[in-house]
């Protein structure tokens, strides 16, 4: 029985112990990037969530799918998002964010966009 193993590519190569193959030929280096990020509403209702494609998603948010949260309440303004390389860190970060209250997510948006415009233009 042949034991499955997992490659992990480097950005300065390497072989692989199991096969000797030099796997970055085969696999090439990928940079992740994920985001959690906060959209308003005019009248400042929050929405808090996590994402790979921050442009697409809000994107996604400003369809207005019927049903949604952000159509219900018309929430599409980008106002606060945070960069993490691990899809772990941006979970556990959203879940910290969503345990605050009102206020306090209001001063973390107020500290680096006090007036609110909406960030996704620049993206």
Not at 28 to 56: A, K, M
């Amino acid at each position: 029985m042949v034991t499955p193993f997992v490659v992990i590519p480097q950005r300065s190569g390497g072989i692989c112990f199991s096969c000797g193959l030099d796997y970055t030929a085969i696999v090439p280096y990928r940079e992740y990037e994920f985001f959690v990020y906060i959209l308003s509403s005019r009248s400042r209702t929050l929405y808090i969530g996590v994402t790979g494609d921050l442009r697409v998603r809000v994107l996604q948010h400003r369809e207005k799918r019927p049903g949604s949260f952000t159509a219900r309440y018309n929430i599409g303004r980008l106002v606060h998002f945070e960069r993490f390389q691990y899809v772990l860190n941006a979970i556990a970060r959203e879940k910290e964010l969503k345990d605050w209250n009102r206020a306090r997510i209001i001063e973390l948006i107020e500290s680096t966009n006090p007036t609110w415009q909406d960030l996704a233009a620049d993206l």
